[in-house]
């Protein structure tokens, strides 16, 4: 009877036995793996806790991309045969296509669209932008929204399949135009109007301010005035010190500023005409126009695009002319088109530096350094 309990007791061992050296190599692996995973993830986020969120992208997505491989590496190390591993495999691939095709209208898009727009960079960490109804200052761009502070102080999240859906407006760091529309009567020259609000915008330190009139309208003239403001992180005060400014200036020199809807009745002849009294005109001439200050980075592309394309059209004249010259004038031709060259790619570099988004594809006009045929 001992004999036969022992005889028994020794396979279960050997079963025991064989079982757990199985599981040796499963259990290091997800040791391996989850070590690796430990310090991945304190090299690439643990120990940068200051790190922004755009900084973060990147890291992200890597430890993303380390958590599938490990899942991966812990299903080949499964004691179990080749079919039923392959199976696991696959069913893994299964889970993670449902989990895509389930959440590809969301996680997917806004995990696509941080991609792009942390590549495009429309709009840094600061900047004041203007999304749909939302507007305020980018606090951090992250892999699946964007964060902005509102005027109000309160923090917004905008997915980033919104942001790339949605036009955005950047206030630009360089400067922004500061604007302020009123209306007043008809008894009010516009000349006087057009000082008053000029003195108004330099007296909150607007540069280049100007003055316009927007509309005739039934019972009052519409004016706006605008001037830069080169330190935009004042934007908020800046045009609530402009709007002091104007009441201040007009109420000062006397001008009355009413509703549209206000009534005043005065007795007057029948042939009396309400005139206001002619004033001089405030003139600038050393100051640029409004629309070359409104508009002047479209103003330089522009200006850039066509001297690119009279170099580009002046090298193809002088290629032609080497072809048929020779001797002194064809070196001479080939001194001018080096000189063009140098000019060309100086206005594709300085479209680069400017930040234009077709920096890339200007440079790819550029004529290449070795002669053309024939030269």
């Not at 050997?14 to 692996?29: D, F, G, H, M």
């Not at 057009?194 to 540069?207: H, I, P, Q, S, T």
């Not at 059209?313 to 002319?321: D, F, V």
């Amino acid at each position: 009877m001992l004999m036969a309990k022992e005889g028994s007791i020794g396979p279960a061992m050997n079963r025991i036995l064989e079982l757990l050296l199985s599981l040796i190599p499963l259990v290091a692996t997800a040791a391996a793996v989850l070590t690796l995973l430990f310090f991945a993830y304190w090299f690439l986020l643990g120990r940068r806790t200051d790190l922004a969120n755009e900084h973060r992208l990147y890291r992200q997505i890597a430890m993303f991309g380390l958590t599938a491989a490990g899942a991966i590496a812990i299903s080949l190390a499964l004691p179990v045969s080749d079919s039923t591993r392959n199976q696991v495999i696959a069913l893994i691939g299964v889970l993670l296509s449902g989990v895509i095709a389930f959440s590809s209208a969301t996680i997917v898009s806004n995990l696509m669209a941080g991609l792009v727009l942390h590549v495009t960079r429309p709009f840094r960490t600061g900047d004041f932008i203007r999304v749909g109804e939302y507007f305020g200052r980018v606090v951090g761009r992250g892999l699946f929204s964007t964060e902005v502070q509102t005027e109000h102080r309160e923090l917004v999240y905008l997915s980033n399949a919104h942001m790339l859906s949605t036009p955005v407006t950047v206030v630009r760091s360089s400067g922004t135009i500061i604007t302020a529309t009123l209306s007043l009567g008809y008894d009010v020259h516009h000349t006087q109007v057009k000082g008053l609000l000029l003195e108004a915008a330099r007296n909150v330190d607007l540069e280049e301010p100007f003055v316009k009139i927007v509309e005739l309208g039934n019972y009052a003239i519409t004016y706006s005035v605008s001037g830069l403001l080169t330190e935009v992180k004042g934007m908020l005060a800046s045009r609530s010190r402009l709007f002091e400014s104007i009441l201040d200036a007009l109420h000062t020199a006397g001008v009355e500023i009413v509703s549209p809807s206000f009534m005043n009745q005065r007795r007057q002849d029948n042939d009396t005409k309400i005139l206001p009294v002619m004033g001089e005109d405030v003139l600038q001439p050393d100051s640029p126009s409004s629309e070359d200050m409104v508009f002047d980075k479209a103003e330089e592309a522009e200006q850039q695009e066509k001297a690119e394309i009279n170099l580009k059209e002046e090298i193809s004249k002088l290629q032609a002319q080497a072809k048929e010259s020779e001797g002194e004038a064809k070196k001479q031709i080939e001194v001018q088109i080096e000189q063009l060259r140098e000019q060309l790619v100086e206005i594709v570099q300085d479209e680069v530096d400017t930040g234009g988004d077709e920096g890339d594809v200007a440079r790819q006009d550029v004529p290449p350094d070795k002669p053309p045929a024939g030269l």
